[in-house]
């Protein structure tokens, strides 16, 4: 989450800075965005981690998204996936799992896997 408030949002509220301040080049001037912490137990999510392997992570990942695309009607939609941190280790099982198809069925989210980065 401190790519949200530190970097990429739509607010920079930066170490030393003694209040938020709009910032001019957020991504949301090119496009939706949505941060997610996972897995379950760092950054700001609550609760137990209850996964022991990066293919569960990807797994519950999938199975998420696969919901918030539903939800907000983002069939078809591109994909990109960025991380920072640990999400570099992160970032290519989540990957893995969109490219293997494990969220063709019963729900097509589209992926553009040409820009993957940590």
Known sequence: MEGLLTELG???????MDSPAPNPLTWL????????DQPLGVGYTQGEPDI????????EFIGFWRNF?????MENWRMYLTGE????????????????????????????????SS
């Open 10 to 16: 739509p607010i920079n509220w930066a170490p030393g």
């Open 85 to 116: 941190s640990y999400a570099g280790v992160y970032i290519p099982y989540i990957a893995g799992a969109v490219r293997l198809g494990f969220c063709r069925s019963p729900l097509v989210i589209t992926a553009d896997m040409s820009s993957i």
């Open 52 to 59: 022991e392997t990066e293919d569960e992570l990807a797994t």
């Open 29 to 36: 001037n090119l496009t939706n965005v949505v941060w997610i």
């Open 69 to 73: 695309v539903e939800l907000f009607c």
